[in-house]
């Protein structure tokens, strides 16, 4: 449940526009009431950079205290996409507090869950006799919770093949360590960015 929403208001109570000095006041719902619990004066100032930018949000960030909702007239550039990557909720909305943390509280718990996708593991394939192709690049580009280390290994230790091809978005660190220790050797070719080619020798 959102019990804490941010909010990026002026001087006078009303939401504001990030690129305009202000302050950040997280309220939290108390007794069906919204409470203000902490507040912290803000004014990203665009004059110093990008980077000098990205870390007065990175202190905005860890003000919020997981936080994961924040409000203002206007969000954009740097701050909108320091937030985003923090997961935060992004919303745009005029007027006082008081006329849209219930509205904004509503609609962010009717949002439906995401499940993240079923994990797929990648097969190995025998292209020729003894000589066997597997990818592993897009369990390493995606968070399915599978590792190079669970699909490799089950392969290696077996010692069946005479060659065994991996593509990989990087050398897994385990590996070379893996195949001295059993006998075996590997070529790596870099095909293009983030792409590469093992190509492991089977045992003699």
Known sequence: MAREIAVFIDQHGNSASVLTPGKVVVYRKQ???????????????????????????????????????????????????????????????????????????????????????AAVIPEVEERLPGCFYISIKEIQESEAGITSKQVLMPIISKKTFTSLEVICNHVPPWLELELTARGLTADVEKLEVHTYRVSIQGPE
């Open 31 to 117: 007794m069906q009431e919204w409470q203000p619990s902490r507040e912290l004066e803000f004014a990203l100032d665009q004059s110093r950079g990008i980077r000098e930018m990205r870390l007065q949000m990175a202190a905005l960030i860890d003000f919020l205290q997981g936080c994961k909702i924040f409000v203002a007239l206007s969000v954009v550039g740097v701050a909108y996409f320091e937030l985003e990557k923090a997961q935060v909720a992004i919303w745009e909305f005029e007027g006082r507090p008081a006329g849209f943390l219930d509205y904004i509280q509503a609609e962010e718990e009717a949002k439906p869950v995401e499940t993240p996708p």
